[in-house]
C-alpha cells in the first residue's frame, strides 16, 4: 500500500489536487444518484439488520481502493433522510451550501478549537461569531463571550456548572452540597435531567408545569422557588425555554428574571440564581431583533408577520439571562455539531476555569492567547467555523427570509389542515413556530370534550390509542414523506381522577427551504388520506370482532 496516496499533497500540487475534487464529486454524483425530490429518504433501505452488521463489522486486511470505499459509502447512506420538501419530522436540517464549506474547511486544516497556536483559524471564527451573535441577541460583544459546544445539551451542562459554582462556591473541588435545586418548566428538554446525573440528581430538578401556551407558570415559580429557598436550598439554575422541542413555547423570561431579583432580595440571597436561556430550538429568532416590523422590507404576509411577532415578544428579552444555547444544527440548516453557548459576561468563565498548572500540555507551555480551558471538552471541533460561513453567506437578511418562511409555511399546513378536514387538529395552535403537533379524533365532540378539560381518563387514552395507530400508519410510508411524532406534547387534566396523562401527537416541523404551498398541498391530502385509511381499517376491524 501507498501511503500517501491518501493524503493530499502539502505544496497544493495541482494532478493531486484534480484526484481529490474527483473523488469528491465521484461521491456526491453517488448520493444525488439516490436522491429523488419526491421522497423524504434517498433510495434503499430504510431498515438495518444490525446482527448482520455486526457479523461483518472487521477491518480489511488489506485497505480497500477508492472506488470500493466510495461504493460503500453510497451502500451506507441508503434510505437515509434527507431534507427535502417532504421531510417533516424534527428540526433536522438540509446542510446549506455555505455550512458545508465551512464544515470542510475546518476538517481540511483539521481546526481544534482548544488553543489559538493549533488553530488560530477556528479561534478567530469563534471568537468573530460570538462578537456577531452578542450583536443579534442583545448582549454586549466586549463584555461577553461564547464557545461551540456538543450540542444544546453542552449549553446546558454549561450553565449548570456555572450556576452551581455562584450559589456554591468551591463546589468543584468539595463536591456538591445537597441543598442546590435547578428549576425549569415541564416541557423543556431533557437535557438539563442529563446534565444533573452525575452531580446533583435529576431530583433536584423542580419541574414547573405550563401554561396553555406551553409557557413556564410564574406564579408557581415563585411558589416552588420561594418554598425551596425558606426550607434552607439553594437555587443553582433557572432555566427559561425560548422555543420548546416540540411545540416552540417560549417563556417568559422577563418574568422569570423579575422573580428571580425579587428573591434575592426577600431572601438577602447572597448569590444570584444563574438565569440560562436554552435557546436551542428558538434563539435564532432573535434574528428579529433587527427586523423593522413596520416598514416589513421582506414583505411576509399579515398573519406571518403577526406570528414573528408574536415570537418576537417574548424572545427579544433573551438577553436578559446570564447564559444562552443556540443550536445553528437545528433552524440554522448546518451539520451537527452547531452549538453555540455564550455568557453575557465573561467573567464568569472564570468560574470554571482549569487552573494553570492542571494542563500542562498545553495552556501553561505560555504561549498562545486563546485556550479554552473553560469548557467541558477538551479537544472541540471547530464548528465556528461552520457558523462563521454560514452568518457570512446568508446574512441577517437571509436568515430572516428562511426563519419568516418556517412560520409561513407552518400556518398555511394549519390553515390546509383545517379546511381538509375536521377531525384533524394542531394541539399548539396557540403558538407559532416551525411545528405543529396535530391529533385526529374520531368525531368532533371528543375534541371538543378534550381542549375544554372535560375528557375522562378513559376518553383521553382511547383518543391517544387512535392516535399511535395514526402515527403507525404514517411510519410505516416514511420513505414517501416522513413525519415525527412524540407520547408527550401536552399534558390534560382527567376530568374523573386527578390524573395528568400526556397526550400524544403526530408532528410536521417544516424547516426545509423546499417544502413549499405545492408540497403542503400534497402533505395534507396524504394525511387526510392517511386518516380516512385509518378509519376504514378500525371498521373492517369492528367487524370481524363481531363476527
Ligand atoms: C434540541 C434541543 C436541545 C438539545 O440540543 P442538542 O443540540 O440536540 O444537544 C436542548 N434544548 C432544546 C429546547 C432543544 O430543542
Request: net charge negative.
Amino acid at each position: 500500500m501507498d501511503l500517501f496516496k491518501l493524503y493530499p499533497d502539502t505544496n497544493g500540487e495541482d494532478t493531486k489536487r484534480q484526484e481529490f475534487l474527483s473523488l469528491i464529486e465521484s461521491l456526491i454524483i453517488k448520493i444525488d444518484d439516490l436522491r429523488d425530490g419526491e421522497s423524504a429518504t434517498l433510495a434503499g433501505s430504510l431498515d438495518r439488520d444490525y446482527k448482520k452488521i455486526i457479523e461483518n463489522g472487521v477491518i480489511p486486511e488489506q485497505g480497500v481502493s477508492y472506488d470500493t470505499l466510495l461504493d460503500e459509502l453510497q451502500n451506507l447512506v441508503q434510505g437515509n433522510p434527507i431534507g427535502g420538501k417532504f421531510a417533516v419530522f424534527n428540526a433536522h436540517p438540509l446542510s446549506s451550501i455555505p455550512s458545508l464549506l465551512g464544515h470542510l474547511t475546518s476538517a481540511i486544516i483539521n481546526s481544534n478549537s482548544i488553543w489559538d497556536i493549533v488553530s488560530p483559524a477556528a479561534a478567530e471564527a469563534e471568537i468573530k461569531v460570538s462578537a456577531m451573535m452578542a450583536r443579534v441577541l442583545g448582549y454586549d460583544p466586549y463584555k461577553s463571550n461564547g464557545y461551540f459546544t456538543y450540542g444544546g445539551q453542552g449549553g446546558t451542562a454549561a450553565s449548570l456548572r456555572i450556576g452551581i459554582e455562584k450559589t456554591a462556591p468551591g463546589s468543584r473541588y468539595e463536591g456538591i452540597p445537597n441543598n442546590l435545586y435547578c428549576f425549569t418548566s415541564s416541557n423543556a428538554h431533557f437535557s438539563l435531567h442529563k446534565a444533573v446525573e452525575t452531580g446533583m440528581g435529576m431530583n433536584r430538578v423542580i419541574l414547573i408545569s405550563t401554561n396553555e401556551d406551553g409557557s413556564m407558570n410564574l406564579n408557581e415559580l415563585y411558589e416552588k422557588m420561594s418554598q425551596a429557598l425558606a426550607d434552607g436550598g439553594r437555587i443553582a439554575l433557572v432555566q427559561a425555554t425560548m422555543g420548546s422541542t416540540d411545540t416552540f413555547a417560549i417563556d417568559d423570561i422577563k418574568g422569570i428574571k423579575e422573580i428571580i431579583d425579587h428573591l434575592v432580595t426577600e431572601y438577602q440571597l447572597d448569590y444570584v440564581p444563574h438565569l440560562h436561556a436554552d435557546g436551542a430550538m428558538g434563539g435564532l429568532y432573535s434574528f428579529f431583533n433587527l427586523y423593522d416590523f413596520e416598514n416589513n422590507p421582506l414583505g411576509f404576509d399579515l398573519k406571518t408577520l403577526q406570528g414573528l411577532y408574536q415570537i418576537h415578544a417574548d424572545l427579544h428579552y433573551i438577553h436578559l439571562a446570564d447564559s444562552i444555547s443556540i443550536d445553528f444544527h437545528k433552524l440554522g440548516q448546518t451539520p451537527y455539531n452547531c452549538s453555540i453557548f455564550m455568557v453575557k459576561n465573561s467573567t464568569d468563565l472564570n468560574l470554571v476555569n482549569l487552573a494553570m498548572e492542571h494542563c500542562p500540555y498545553i495552556g501553561e507551555m505560555g504561549y498562545g492567547e486563546y485556550f479554552t480551558s473553560y469548557t467541558i471538552e477538551c479537544s472541540r471541533m471547530a464548528s465556528s467555523i461552520t457558523a462563521l460561513a454560514t452568518l457570512l453567506t446568508f446574512g441577517i437578511e437571509g436568515y430572516q427570509k428562511l426563519l419568516g418562511q418556517y412560520i409561513q409555511m407552518t400556518i398555511a399546513f394549519r390553515d390546509l389542515l383545517k379546511q381538509k378536514s375536521s377531525l384533524i387538529k394542531p394541539v399548539n395552535r396557540k403558538n407559532y413556530g416551525p411545528c405543529t403537533i396535530f391529533r385526529v379524533y374520531y368525531n368532533e365532540t371528543e375534541y371538543v370534550t378534550e381542549t375544554k378539560n372535560r375528557a375522562t381518563a378513559q376518553q383521553l387514552q382511547k383518543i391517544n390509542e387512535l392516535n399511535t395507530q395514526f402515527y403507525n400508519l404514517l411510519r410505516m410510508n416514511r420513505h414517501y414523506i416522513m413525519f415525527g411524532d412524540t407520547k408527550k406534547s401536552d399534558y390534560k387534566f382527567a376530568s374523573d381522577t386527578d390524573e395528568k396523562i400526556a397526550i400524544n401527537g403526530t408532528k410536521a416541523f417544516i424547516i426545509s427551504p423546499y417544502t413549499d404551498l405545492e408540497a403542503l398541498d400534497i402533505i395534507t391530502d396524504y394525511v387526510v388520506d392517511t386518516y380516512h385509511q385509518l378509519v376504514a381499517l378500525i371498521s373492517d376491524n369492528a367487524k370481524e370482532e363481531l363476527k
